[in-house]
Every structure is written in C-alpha cells, then in structure tokens.
C-alpha cells in the first residue's frame, strides 16, 4: 500500500502519514499496545523506508515524532 501512495505522488503518502498519526493518538489513548507495535510503528517505518527524498512535508515530521515517542515498543 505505501508503495502505491509513494507511486501516486506525495499528495498520497501524505494521506496515509495523517491516517497513521490518528492511528498512533487512537491506539495511544486506548493504550493498545498491540496495535501501536504492529500496525502503526510498522507501517511508520515502511513510511519513512520508502518515502523519498524529495517528500518533504511538515506531516512527515509529525510522524516521526511519533514513531519516535513509541520506538522504546519495538524491543
């Protein structure tokens, strides 16, 4: 899926970051760890593995700010 946003432009991955960054406050104030591991700090990484260069828009930091609050879940 992120490989078709990247394929179809930032516009796209920028849609998917923001439904990631709801997905990390949701699961977040449930405190579903579970889901905060497996579906929002993987599909993060993938993000930020495949994203290019040139995508450059604030709401990627905003992700990695997430990402980062949650990375201590991946050991």
């Known amino acids: 899926m992120i490989e078709r946003c990247i394929q179809s432009g930032e516009d796209a991955l920028i849609i998917k970051a923001a439904d990631i960054i709801d997905s990390f406050?949701?699961?977040s104030k449930q405190n579903n760890i579970e889901e905060l591991r497996n579906h929002c700090l993987k599909t993060a990484n993938i993000i930020f593995k495949l994203?290019?260069?040139?995508f450059n828009d604030e709401?990627?930091?905003?992700?990695k700010f997430w990402q980062e609050k949650f990375k201590y879940l991946e050991n």
């Not at 994203?51 to 040139?54: A, E, Q, S, Y």
């Open 51 to 54: 994203k290019p260069d040139d």
């Open 59 to 63: 709401i990627f930091q905003e992700l």
């Open 25 to 27: 406050k949701w699961y």
